[in-house]
């Protein structure tokens, strides 16, 4: 019987003794941290934590030496062992053992295994737009613990668009004074004061995961114009915005007048007005201060209002602002060919799985500056795609509707020619949240199809592993559900696979 696990691990060999089996009298042992973890799994799983039974023991501990956020779990009728090379390592080592957890008659027993596993890539993030729906604090922490669990460990935070701003910064209150109330479709806006971003922050770092704020500019911009008017051009609409406007029933964009569609690309910051870059480095400014980890987005997508050559001096300048704020910059891949980008600029892909229009070049730029790539084919793990067979929810441009099997069968080292493992920084799975109000929307768009992208993130390359199959990885999310429903986790029973009940 395959082990339920996913990511698939580097390596798992079934061993042929008896099972741990979990008693009243199982005792926790090692880091405390870790303990804290896999007791709230057990009490969502099993009902109940192990107290400080003088049985059999499960030991949680640090060993360092092995690879960042390695771990190795051993589990056998005495005793189990996790130990990891670092807190994150341990972390994803007691998930690993969460997964590993099955009923036998009215027991939970481990099987007998031994696991060695590390991350492919040291990037593997989801993001969350914030800007197109408002979501609260609390949803953002519920999604962080539920993609903590597949071992994702970033959180790309998309934190403004032309529908609302969504951070507080006292270097500049009327964003969130006069644009942040809107959302898609007239729904309520809402924004994060600091203290709730530093919640977010905090909640993230103690599931290892690094928050990464976008400030998607020069286009998608339009609440910024709300603000200071004075920064923004007026909107560009083309022959396709005005069709596919009137065909979706909603108002066009005007300067001054909250926006509630979800067109795109007719939104431009002024490009030849000092005030622009002075905006720019107070936002990036006091977003670095609020911001540990080491990147700032910039955005840089479907700047289409934007002309070509006032894009590239933009994007240069402002990759620029944050390189000098000792920040690294991610772009949306767009911003490849700028001729002056701050050569660290980390660019994502968004074209499809079969890369079209040149968005290949463009990604193949970051590369030659001598910086990384996140992979997110839009075709593949935009999560906020619709499903062939699920509910009314999600958008459907990306080749249609995607299925499961479409999120799992792409492989990042060939995604791109000429861009192989060393180019890669790690993959994403955005949510782009047009269709998406409340967490039950933001987690049925995302499970399961998350999972296929935590695999391309976390697992051995395709055909390096006998795991890295989609047959394979259909019978493992399948024994995953029940885990997800204990946890609370409202995924898409998607039929394409054989979901376990118990
Ligand atoms: C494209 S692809 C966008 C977003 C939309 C999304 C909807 C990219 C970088 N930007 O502006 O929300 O499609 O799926």
Do not use: C
């Not at 009923?103 to 991350?119: F, K, L, Q, S």
């Not at 935009?382 to 509910?391: C, E, I, Q, R, T």
């Not at 999600?394 to 999120?407: E, F, K």
């Not at 861009?419 to 790690?426: P, R």
């Amino acid at each position: 019987m395959s082990l339920a696990l996913v990511p698939a691990p580097s390596s798992v060999e079934q061993l042929s003794g008896a099972p741990f089996r979990l008693t009243e009298n199982t005792r926790l042992t090692g880091d405390p941290d870790a303990a804290a973890t896999l007791s709230a799994l057990l009490r969502a799983r099993t009902g109940s934590a192990p107290a400080d039974g003088g049985g059999p023991a499960i030991d949680l501990r640090l060993e360092s030496g092995g690879a960042a956020e390695s771990y190795r779990l051993t589990a056998d009728e005495a005793s189990v062992t996790v130990s990891g090379a670092d807190a994150a390592g341990l972390f994803y080592g007691v998930q690993t053992l969460a997964q590993l957890l099955r009923r036998d008659g009215d027991d939970w027993i481990v099987p007998a295994v031994r696991i060695d596993d590390a991350p492919r890539f040291p990037y593997r993030g989801v993001m969350l737009d914030v800007a197109r729906h408002f979501h609260s604090v609390e949803t953002v922490k519920a999604y962080i613990d539920h993609a903590a669990t597949l071992k994702l460990n970033a959180l790309h935070l998309h934190l403004s668009d032309d529908q609302g701003w969504r951070l507080q910064l006292h270097s500049r209150p009327k964003l969130t004074e006069l644009g942040s109330s809107s959302a898609v479709g007239g729904d309520a806006g809402g924004f994060y004061t600091k203290d709730g971003y530093r919640e977010i922050v905090a909640h993230a770092a103690s599931r290892h995961m690094l928050v990464v704020p976008e400030i998607d500019m020069p286009g998608h911009t339009h609440a910024i114009g709300l603000a200071y008017p004075e920064l923004v051009e007026e909107p560009v609409l083309s022959d396709l915005i005005r069709d596919s406007a009137a065909a979706r029933g909603e108002d066009l964009p005007e300067n001054g007048v909250p926006y509630q569609g979800i067109a795109v690309g007719f939104s431009s910051l002024r490009i030849y007005d000092e005030a622009t870059y002075d905006f720019a480095a107070d936002v990036f400014g006091e977003l670095a201060g609020m911001t540990p980890g080491p990147y700032l987005h910039l955005g840089g997508d479907e700047a289409l209002g934007t002309p070509d050559d006032d894009f590239a001096l933009f994007v240069s300048r402002v990759s620029g602002i944050i390189a000098d704020l000792g920040k690294t910059p991610v772009a949306w891949h767009e911003a490849g060919l700028a001729p002056d980008l701050a050569d660290t600029t980390v660019g994502q892909y968004w074209g499809y799985a079969t890369p079209t229009d040149g968005m290949d070049d463009k990604a193949r730029a970051f590369v030659r500056n001598g910086a990384q790539l996140i992979l997110s084919p839009a075709d593949a793990i935009y999560l906020d795609m619709a499903y062939p067979d699920g509910p009314d929810l999600g958008l459907t441009w990306a080749n249609g509707p995607t299925s499961v099997r479409r999120a799992y069968d792409w492989e990042p080292g060939s995604l791109i020619d000429g861009v192989d493992d060393d180019d890669i920084l790690g993959i994403e799975a955005p949510l782009w949240s047009e269709t998406a109000r409340t967490l039950a929307d933001i987690e049925t768009l995302a499970f399961p199809r998350i999972a296929a992208a935590a695999e391309a993130g976390w697992s051995p390359a395709t055909g390096a592993s006998e795991l890295r199959t989609w047959e394979s990885f259909r019978a493992r999310a399948a024994g995953l559900g029940p885990l997800w429903s204990s946890l609370g986790i409202r995924f898409h029973p998607s039929p394409e696979i054989d979901w376990a009940t118990e």
